[in-house]
């Protein structure tokens, strides 16, 4: 099973709101990435988790936070909703061995 | 800056014929994944190359790390080829950290 799980796949929120995003896999992969993606843009790394060291990337530092309570699951929080977070949320993992990424379906955000 | 620089932005093909995408990268990379957006957004793998070349079906890539391309090729393109496809590449020890190419919109005409 290479299936990366996100939910919800549709999120509406409010200006000023928290919002968080859930993802999970079972393939027992060491490291697990979000991605935004915004229409006619390409993906931007926001973060990853080798196994329970975050790294996130310096222009998002402050934007995102993320939690990996254990080797399947990851999140992805965003303590303010502001009109620019509108996007595709993607979640993907990968063995450090190889780093050949597996994408979920997404979380599609809308902020109001 | 920009690291991968892909091409065509976009592409219309009649069916049952070819084309190839091609990502150039301003640095050695290495790796090259290659990417289909679906209808949701997501994206679907296609192929992972640490080198060399990998067929599927009627598509084909390449990579080559030293002279620092990616290619994809499609042959006897079909209607449902369409769509946008990514290039990525890692390099670096964090393989996973993908540097993503502006994508292909292909356009399939009957």
């Known amino acids: 099973d290479t299936t990366v799980k996100q939910n919800p796949r549709y999120k509406l929120a409010r200006v000023g709101k928290p919002v968080n995003l859930i993802c999970s896999q079972t393939?027992?992969?060491?490291?697990m990435y979000w991605y935004q993606k915004k229409p006619n843009q390409a993906p931007k790394l926001l973060l990853f988790?080798?196994?329970?060291?975050?790294?996130r990337e310096a222009d998002t530092f402050e934007k995102f936070q993320s939690s990996r309570p254990n080797n399947s699951f990851c999140s992805l929080y965003i303590g303010s909703a502001g009109l620019e977070y509108s996007a595709m949320y993607l979640c993907a993992s990968s063995r450090e061995d190889t780093g050949q990424l597996y994408f979920g379906e997404g979380s599609k955000l809308t902020v109001l | 800056g920009d690291q991968v620089e892909q091409s065509p932005s976009a592409l219309s093909l009649h069916e049952g014929t070819g084309s190839a995408l091609r990502c150039n990268f301003t640095t050695t990379m290495r790796a090259v994944q290659w990417f289909r957006k679906n209808s949701r957004g997501s994206l679907i793998n296609l192929f992972y190359?640490?080198?060399g070349t990998k067929e599927n079906g009627r598509l084909k890539s390449a990579f080559d790390s030293k002279e620092r391309y990616s290619t994809l090729h499609i042959r006897d393109a079909q209607l449902e080829d369409s769509g946008t496809y990514f290039c990525a590449a890692a390099r670096g020890s964090a393989l996973g950290r993908l540097h993503f190419g502006a994508g292909t919109q292909l356009i399939v005409i009957p």
């Open positions: 988790y080798y196994d329970k060291i975050l790294n």
């Open positions: 393939m027992n992969h060491d490291t």
């Open positions: 190359l640490a080198s």
